[in-house]
Every structure is written in C-alpha cells, then in structure tokens.
C-alpha cells in the first residue's frame, strides 16, 4: 500500500524561497503574495508532494524551467482566487443597460466590444451577454456585438467556457432569464443557451502583456482582479486600460478597488465607473 496519500504534511516555505517565490510570480502575473505565504504552504504542498519535488526552491526552478505551460498553469490554477458569480455588483449592469447602452447605440456604427478581463469561470461575461440580449430584443441581430472574456488560469476558463453551473449559483437571477438563458442539463445543474454563450470568445491571456487587440473595447470590466495587483502594476495596467478604450468607452473596476485618478486620463463618472472622453 502507497502510505504517502495519507501523508499530508506541509513543505516548509523558507523566507528565501518566499521572497524568491513572491517576486517571480510579481514580476510576471503582477500578483502580490506578500500577505499569502499561509496560502501557497497550504495550497502548494500537495502539489509538490505529487510531481515528488521536496522543496519550494525547487519547485520554482520546475516553473521557471518549463516550456510547456503546464507547470505555470497548475501553478496559477492553485494560487489565484476565483470567486465570481452571476450579477455580481448589480448597479454596474444596471448603469450599463440604463445609461451605457442608450448611449452607446445612439453612434452610427452598429458595433459593440466589451472585455471582461479577469472573468473567472464566465458568470461576468455570461452575465453581460444576457444583459446585452435584453436590452437590443428583437433589434439584437442588428447588431454586431462581441464580448472578449480572458483569464490567466486555464481551469476556470475551461469552466467557463462549458457555462455549466449547479442550481445555488443561478437562483438569485431574474425567474425570466432562469428560464431564457437556461437549460436545465443535469439533476442540479443549469446550462447557459447556445444563443449567449456564443456571444463570447474566451482566450488565455495575461493582464501583464501589452494588450494588442485588433479594435478597441466600448466597455472593460475588470472587477476584483486588480486587489491582488500593487499600485504600480494597477497604474500601468489602467493606462494600457485607457489606450485601448474607444473614445466615449467605459472601464468598470470592482466597488473595493480604486483608481488613482490623479494619474489616469479616465473621467470619473460614478463609483467604480470610469469613461474615457475628451470632453
Ligand atoms: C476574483 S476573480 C474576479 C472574477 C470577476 N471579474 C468578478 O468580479 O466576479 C479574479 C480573476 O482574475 C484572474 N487574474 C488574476 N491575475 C491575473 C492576470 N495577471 N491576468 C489575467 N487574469 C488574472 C484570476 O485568475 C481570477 O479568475
């Protein structure tokens, strides 16, 4: 008998391997460990004991070291903290479908592009999906919308793109879009309908990187992704935020994030919501 899936003993993360741990994943993810040292012992420890690495200096020679990606990814699965559900913030898509909208529809161009940049497992860009269907009804075909949804961890965007969710995390939504955006697939589980989830393209893609899309974004929400990001990396990003707003386009961060407005070019417009305009 393998004694050692009964061993549940913790790897001891050194101060060194800590820091060394904590600048690598800065500098590449803009992730801030510094208050998560019991975390990565807790989460981290299995994970070492499995591929038979004994210690965490090692590990981060394995993750620096590999080429394929999948080290990284197990890596990201584990640290990053996912929780995310559907309508989340109300007022944001509130403020969307009232003011943003109206507004936006009110252009020549029939086009929109919206980013959910930190989506997790889809609720958000789902979430704007189904927001956007009901405002444009019957008109929606008219239209050329598409919502790009991104995340840095594989896992949850595998997830999100199933757009499978047990019935807890859909019971709170309006009974009408239960019933139009969902098909009931399993004892208690719900599916979101084709016609949604194909309303948004899922890519891989880490906030760090310049961002080179093709056309630029009527509306980015990057909600509870930059609290684990320091004030350096969030400035930089809100500015790579703002190149790649179209003129009059919203950025939405999370109600327990801020923006240093004395060094963005956005236009606060409520809390939480900023807009991009010359005006
Ligand atoms: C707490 S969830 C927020 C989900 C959703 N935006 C919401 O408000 O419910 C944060 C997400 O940000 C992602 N994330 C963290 N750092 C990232 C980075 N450097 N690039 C892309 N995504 C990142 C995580 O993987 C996680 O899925």
Same mark, same amino acid.
């Given at each position: 008998m393998d004694l050692d899936i009964f061993n549940n003993s913790t790897t001891q993360l050194s101060d060194k391997e800590f820091m060394d741990l904590k600048s690598f994943v800065y500098n590449t993810? !803009? /992730? &801030?460990? +510094? %208050?998560k040292r019991q975390l990565i012992e807790a989460r981290l420890s299995n994970t070492l004991r499995a591929k038979g690495i004994s210690s965490f200096d090692q590990y981060l020679r394995v993750l620096k070291s590999d080429n394929t990606g999948e080290e990284i990814t197990t890596f990201l699965n584990k640290i990053t903290t996912n929780y995310s559900y559907f309508a989340r913030e109300a007022d944001h898509f509130d403020f969307l479908a009232k003011t943003v909208l109206p507004q936006l529809a009110k %252009? $020549? =161009? %029939?086009e929109l592009r919206i980013w959910s940049a930190g989506? +997790? +497992? !889809?609720q958000e860009p789902y979430t704007l999906a189904m927001v956007i269907d009901q405002y444009f009804g019957?008109? =929606? !075909?008219l239209w050329d919308t598409a919502i790009l949804a991104t995340d840095i961890s594989t896992n949850v965007l595998g997830k999100a793109q199933l757009g499978i969710y047990p019935l807890k995390d859909i019971e709170n939504l309006p009974a009408t879009w239960k019933s139009k955006y969902f098909t009931k697939v399993g004892e208690d589980s719900y599916q979101v309908v084709p016609k949604i989830r194909k309303e948004v393209i899922y890519r891989l893609f *880490?906030?760090? &990187? $310049? /961002? *080179? #899309?093709k056309k630029p974004f009527d509306v980015i929400f990057c909600r *509870?992704?930059? /609290?684990? #990001?320091d004030k350096t990396t969030t400035n930089q990003l809100i500015e790579r935020f703002y190149n790649a707003t179209a003129e009059g386009g919203y950025l939405f961060i999370g109600h327990s994030e801020t923006i240093d407005r004395t060094k963005s070019k956005y236009k606060y417009v409520q809390p939480s919501v900023y807009q991009k305009t010359s005006g």
């Amino acid at each position: 008998m393998d004694l050692d899936i009964f061993n549940n003993s913790t790897t001891q993360l050194s101060d060194k391997e800590f820091m060394d741990l904590k600048s690598f994943v800065y500098n590449t993810y !803009g /992730i &801030d460990l +510094s %208050r998560k040292r019991q975390l990565i012992e807790a989460r981290l420890s299995n994970t070492l004991r499995a591929k038979g690495i004994s210690s965490f200096d090692q590990y981060l020679r394995v993750l620096k070291s590999d080429n394929t990606g999948e080290e990284i990814t197990t890596f990201l699965n584990k640290i990053t903290t996912n929780y995310s559900y559907f309508a989340r913030e109300a007022d944001h898509f509130d403020f969307l479908a009232k003011t943003v909208l109206p507004q936006l529809a009110k %252009r $020549p =161009k %029939r086009e929109l592009r919206i980013w959910s940049a930190g989506c +997790s +497992s !889809g609720q958000e860009p789902y979430t704007l999906a189904m927001v956007i269907d009901q405002y444009f009804g019957d008109q =929606k !075909g008219l239209w050329d919308t598409a919502i790009l949804a991104t995340d840095i961890s594989t896992n949850v965007l595998g997830k999100a793109q199933l757009g499978i969710y047990p019935l807890k995390d859909i019971e709170n939504l309006p009974a009408t879009w239960k019933s139009k955006y969902f098909t009931k697939v399993g004892e208690d589980s719900y599916q979101v309908v084709p016609k949604i989830r194909k309303e948004v393209i899922y890519r891989l893609f *880490n906030l760090m &990187d $310049p /961002i *080179n #899309f093709k056309k630029p974004f009527d509306v980015i929400f990057c909600r *509870n992704v930059m /609290i684990y #990001f320091d004030k350096t990396t969030t400035n930089q990003l809100i500015e790579r935020f703002y190149n790649a707003t179209a003129e009059g386009g919203y950025l939405f961060i999370g109600h327990s994030e801020t923006i240093d407005r004395t060094k963005s070019k956005y236009k606060y417009v409520q809390p939480s919501v900023y807009q991009k305009t010359s005006g």
